[in-house]
């Protein structure tokens, strides 16, 4: 059955059986050409250098937003904590300022365990004690207090 | 399809809006779109002298608004877009003349085919037609742009601004119909 359909089709063919006058179409166009008014054009403005540019500063000025974007919201989140200190950091080497500190409310113990879980902290300290005990003398305290 | 590109190059596009070149280079895109446009809109209105005004009436459109035509589209889909809007206006108009329902079919284009003379079809083409004239005016219209045309879906989704996916499937549909008409007359 679908065979016989697409035959009719086909028997058909893609002439639809439409005729035109003789030579038509090889006077339509200039016949028409003829008829046109004047046309009515405005004169093309020639396209200056920073509309040339435009798009691309506009992009690059975007870009450097959004970095500076990036960087204030970066500097929220890291503040620098004074635990960092490293005159406060060599005095976590001894147990006794970790506790005055403590009753003084300059660190919390939450700085404690962040400074016990940073390892360049911990690095910071080792070089800071360090120092600080071989230059020491007798009676001289790590850290003022 | 290299030779319609040319149209919409930029050194054809400066020939339009140039006001000493423009006219000539108008009357090259009326010498080579005259004859597409027109098998386009006999198809669809089916009578010669009514084809023939809106011909010269999607040419004179093209020429008032040439000034707008940046060559950001081919300047083919630009004419075939004025060129069904006004064979779908003109279809409109005969139909509200005629008296038929705004959603009727279009059987009324071919109830003279039979004495037009320019048509010289024979019984099997008039049964075509007739068949064709029961579709929808846009599924008619994509049936006549691929049958007969056998213009690329693409170029079609660009001058109907319908989706290549709903064309297949309208231009299916349009086959079907097409078929039943004739298993129906039978």
């Known amino acids: 059955m679908k065979k016989e359909k697409t035959d009719i089709l086909s028997k058909i063919g893609k002439d639809a059986g439409f005729s035109v006058p003789d030579g038509y179409f090889d006077t339509f166009a200039e016949d028409?050409?003829?008829?046109?008014?004047?046309?009515?054009?405005?004169?093309?403005?020639p396209v200056t250098r920073w509309q040339r540019v435009r798009p691309f500063v506009y992009m690059a000025a975007m870009f450097v937003g959004i970095w500076l974007m990036m960087k204030i919201f970066d500097g929220f989140g890291r503040q620098?904590?004074?635990?960092?200190?490293?005159?406060?950091?060599?005095?976590?080497?001894?147990?006794?300022?970790?506790?005055?500190?403590?009753?003084?409310?300059?660190?919390?113990?939450y700085d404690?365990?962040?400074?016990?879980?940073?390892?360049?902290?911990?690095?910071?300290?080792?070089?800071?004690?360090?120092?600080?005990?071989?230059?020491?003398?007798?009676?001289?305290?790590?850290?003022?207090? | 399809m290299a030779s319609e590109d040319k149209f919409s190059d930029e050194d054809f596009v400066a020939r339009l809006h140039n006001a000493d070149?423009?006219?000539?280079?108008?009357?090259?895109?009326?010498?080579?779109?005259?004859?597409?446009?027109?098998?386009?809109?006999?198809?669809?209105?089916?009578?010669?002298?009514?084809?023939?005004?809106?011909?010269?009436?999607?040419?004179?459109?093209?020429?008032?608004?040439?000034?707008?035509?940046?060559?950001?589209?081919?300047?083919?889909?630009?004419?075939?877009?004025?060129?069904?809007?006004?064979?779908?206006?003109?279809?409109?108009r005969e139909k509200a003349r005629n008296q038929v329902p705004i959603d009727g079919d279009d059987a009324f284009l071919v109830n003279n085919l039979e004495a037009d003379r320019y048509f010289d079809g024979d019984e099997l083409q008039l049964r075509l037609q007739r068949a064709i004239n029961t579709l929808p005016e846009r599924q008619r219209m994509v049936f006549n742009m691929r049958y007969f045309d056998e213009m690329p879906y693409e170029q079609m989704s660009e001058i109907l601004g319908t989706s290549v996916g709903a064309l297949k499937s309208s231009y299916h549909h349009a086959l079907k119909k097409i078929e039943q008409?004739?298993?129906?007359?039978?």
């Open chain 2, 21 to 92: 070149t423009c006219r000539e280079a108008f009357t090259e895109v009326m010498r080579h779109f005259s004859r597409p446009l027109y098998w386009q809109i006999r198809r669809m209105v089916i009578d010669h002298d009514a084809t023939n005004d809106l011909l010269q009436n999607t040419f004179m459109k093209a020429w008032d608004n040439i000034d707008h035509f940046r060559g950001d589209a081919k300047l083919s889909t630009w004419l075939y877009k004025i060129a069904v809007n006004e064979t779908l206006t003109y279809i409109a």
């Open chain 1, 32 to 45: 028409l050409a003829k008829k046109l008014p004047e046309p009515v054009l405005t004169p093309v403005q």
């Open chain 2, 181 to 186: 008409f004739f298993s129906d007359d039978d």
């Open chain 1, 80 to 109: 620098e904590p004074g635990i960092y200190n490293p005159e406060i950091l060599a005095g976590f080497e001894n147990d006794a300022n970790i506790e005055y500190l403590l009753m003084r409310g300059d660190i919390s113990e």
């Open chain 1, 112 to 145: 404690i365990l962040t400074y016990e879980n940073d390892d360049t902290a911990m690095a910071a300290v080792g070089e800071v004690t360090e120092a600080a005990f071989t230059t020491a003398e007798p009676g001289d305290t790590i850290m003022e207090q």
